[in-house]
């Protein structure tokens, strides 16, 4: 299993970009589906998008699609978030996870290992 630690939000003002990381540490990183999460006050945990292992494949919810791309460095065990043009409604905590499952298993469940989370907040 992996462990995982998630770095790079902030503060920003609606239109702006962000990018988080997560580190992964643990064996066989590169078999393991990537995906992000995040969870807003009062809210449910919701899926944002996922990558297969071997980067080909990928899956995001139709609120952030076209805005945000997740990619990722298997040789570094890293795995990233671009986030453009944010809005408001994307103010959350985000969360890095990994799952033994397919890419297309997007439900939160599929997933066995998570970080810590980090929060992103978009001002208006």
């Known amino acids: 299993q992996v462990q995982l630690v998630e770095s790079g939000g902030g503060l920003l003002q609606a239109g702006g970009s962000l990018r988080l990381s997560c580190v992964a540490s643990?064996?066989?990183?590169?078999?393991?589906?990537m995906g992000w999460f995040r969870q807003a006050p009062g809210k449910a945990r919701e899926f944002v998008g996922a990558?297969?292992?071997?980067?080909?494949?990928?899956r995001y919810s139709d609120s952030v699609k076209g805005r945000f791309t997740i990619s990722r460095d298997n040789a570094k065990n890293m795995v990233y978030l671009q986030m453009n043009s944010l809005k408001p409604e994307d103010t959350a905590v985000y969360y890095c996870?990994?799952?033994?499952?397919?890419?297309?298993?997007?439900?939160?469940?599929?997933?066995?290992?998570w970080g810590q989370g980090t929060q992103v907040t978009v001002s208006s």
């Open positions: 996870a990994a799952s033994p499952f397919y890419v297309y298993d997007i439900s939160p469940t599929n997933y066995n290992a």
């Open positions: 643990g064996r066989a990183f590169g078999s393991y589906t």
């Open positions: 990558l297969s292992a071997s980067g080909g494949r990928t």
